[in-house]
């Protein structure tokens, strides 16, 4: 499976923006599909996923209130919608797939995004 992710820029914060992950299943058709994010500096953190069959939410308590996760099922995508944005959501965005039996670390990731917030 491939991951395509994109929507990433500058916002002053406050602002929004939407991430985009382009998932083509081809011989894989994952589990779920979660948003992680790397500052500078610090570890890589799970911000979102999102079952693929049940489109089942999950988000990391820093943001939940602020950012929608949601799955189309028509174009095979997934999408972050980054509300209220914080100077501390600055980061690269990644998008990664998993199985069922597997976690992400073992699955498929695309390449990152990069997110600014201003103050």
């Known amino acids: 499976v491939q991951l395509q992710a994109s929507g990433g820029g500058l916002v002053q914060a406050g602002g929004f923006l939407r991430l985009s992950c382009a998932v083509s299943e081809r011989t894989f058709s994952p589990f779920a599909v979660g948003w992680f994010r790397q500052a500078p500096g610090k570890e890589r953190e799970f911000v979102a996923a999102i079952t693929w069959a049940g489109g089942t939410p999950y988000y990391a308590d820093s943001v939940k209130g602020r950012f929608t996760i949601s799955r189309d099922y028509v174009k095979d995508a997934v999408y972050l919608q980054m509300n209220s944005l914080k100077p501390e959501d600055t980061a690269v965005y990644y998008c990664?797939?998993?199985?069922?039996?597997?976690?992400?670390?073992?699955?498929?990731w695309g390449q990152g995004t990069q997110v600014t917030v201003s103050s």
């Open positions: 990664a797939a998993r199985s069922q039996d597997y976690g992400y670390e073992s699955g498929y």
